[in-house]
Each structure stands twice: as structure tokens, then as C-alpha cells.
């Protein structure tokens, strides 16, 4: 089946700093979606990114389907956005999503 | 976004019984939902597919007869873990599955969870 990794597994940030969250795929895939798990455990949608560039307010996302990975983009971190960011792909149609390992973020005020 | 509900939250049950979850769209109609399962630290692993009005389709070593799933409404799907052991406490998140178009495209909805603990 289809393999998805995420890097780093962890990383600690103080506030105001940027990061790169990757997410490479083994396979072609027709859907690829960006989650942050709180640290109650709500998984939140961030983006739907099968290719291209999305932003939405402090966070982006870039996929570049062709050579199968994803990058999101947190800038001037809050210690709100600490938790577990996931990537995850969809290789059919029917929404059957296959998540990565997940970055866990920590920012440090 | 939409909502997505789960009861209960959390439940302590002692092992040999059964616990029944259950996830709710709140403000749209799912045909599709699917019950997730993670493990301290770990990630998201798919156990079923659950369609409205049909038997859910499991994914490869999950055991169907333990993990009972019904699809009974477009806004309702329970998942029963029968005979739980301490094997099986585990965090649960059910989703709903949203066939967008455009800019949302395909997409789940992902409900708040239920952390079960069996003793």
C-alpha cells in the first residue's frame, strides 16, 4: 500500500518562529489533506492540498503532486498551534485516508 | 465546518463487557462514515468503512465480530467493542465523510473521540 511520511517527528519552537512541516508519499493520490490534532485529541482540517497553494491566515500549504510530497508552512508560532499535525492521502475515491505519523509540534513561549 | 459529535467522551468499563460509541453529523448527511483507532503517541489507523443502510467493510486484521458497526441513519453511526479487553482501551475518532467539490473537495469531518479504558 501507499506510504506516507512525515518529518520531523517532533519539534520545539519559541514563539514567533517559522517551520516547515514535509509529507512524502510513495504513490500517485487524488486527495491530500492537512489536519492539527489538539492536544484534547480534536483533529481540526487545516487544507485540502491534492496540488498547488493554499494559505489561510498564519499557515500554508504547498503540494507538488508530480514529485509526491507536501510541505506546510507555520509562520510567527503561537503556543496555540502546538500539538500533532498529520498529513494524510487518499489514493481513491470514497474518502478512505491514510495518515502519516504525524509532526508533533511544541511552541515554547 | 461541520460538526461531528461523539458519546461518550470517555468510558471506564471493566474487561468482559461491552461499549457502545456513538458519532453523529450534527448539520449535514453522512452516507459514508469511518471509525479510526490510535494508540498513545501513534497515528490515526482506519478500522472500518460505514455506509448508511449496509454492513461496514473492515479493514485487514480487525476483527469484525468484536468491532460491531451500524450505520443505521445518514446522521448516526455506533461502533460496539464487544467482550473489551485492556488490549482494546484506546482512543477512538469516528469521521464523516463530506463529498465536496471545489476548493473543500473531498473531505472528513472528524468527530472529538472517545478515550475508552478497560480494566
Known amino acids: 500500500g501507499i506510504q506516507v511520511e512525515q518529518s520531523p517527528p517532533d519539534l520545539i519552537l519559541q514563539e514567533g518562529a517559522n517551520s516547515t512541516l514535509r509529507c512524502n508519499f510513495s504513490?500517485?493520490?487524488?486527495?491530500l489533506q492537512w489536519f492539527h490534532q489538539n492536544p484534547w485529541g480534536q483533529l481540526i482540517n487545516l487544507f485540502y492540498?491534492?496540488?498547488g497553494t493554499k494559505q489561510n491566515g498564519r499557515l500554508s500549504a504547498t503540494t507538488v503532486a508530480t514529485e509526491r510530497y507536501s510541505l506546510l508552512y507555520i509562520s510567527s508560532s503561537q503556543t496555540t498551534d502546538s500539538g500533532v499535525y498529520f498529513c494524510?492521502?487518499?489514493?481513491?475515491?470514497?474518502?478512505?485516508?491514510?495518515f502519516g505519523q504525524g509532526t508533533e509540534l511544541s511552541v515554547k513561549p | 465546518g461541520a460538526v461531528v459529535s461523539q458519546h461518550p467522551s470517555w468510558v471506564i468499563c471493566k474487561s468482559g463487557t461491552s461499549v457502545k460509541i456513538e458519532c453523529r453529523s450534527l448539520?449535514?448527511?453522512?452516507?459514508?462514515m469511518f471509525w479510526y483507532r490510535q494508540f498513545p503517541k501513534q497515528s490515526l489507523m482506519l478500522m472500518a468503512t460505514?455506509?448508511?443502510?449496509?454492513?461496514?467493510?473492515?479493514e485487514q486484521g480487525v476483527e469484525k465480530d468484536k468491532f460491531l458497526i451500524n450505520h443505521a441513519s445518514l446522521t448516526l453511526s455506533t461502533l460496539t467493542v464487544t467482550s473489551a479487553h485492556p488490549e482494546d482501551s484506546s482512543f477512538y475518532i469516528c469521521?464523516?465523510?463530506?463529498?465536496?467539490?471545489?476548493?473543500?473537495?473531498?473531505?472528513?469531518?472528524f468527530g472529538p473521540g472517545t478515550r475508552l479504558l478497560v480494566l
Open positions: 492540498i491534492p496540488s
Open positions: 504513490d500517485s493520490v487524488n486527495n
Open positions: 494524510a492521502v487518499e489514493r481513491n475515491q470514497g474518502g478512505k485516508l491514510i
Open positions: 448539520d449535514f448527511q453522512a452516507t459514508t
Open positions: 460505514s455506509n448508511e443502510g449496509s454492513k461496514a467493510t473492515y
Open positions: 469521521s464523516a465523510f463530506f463529498g465536496g467539490s471545489g476548493s473543500t473537495g473531498e473531505t472528513q469531518y
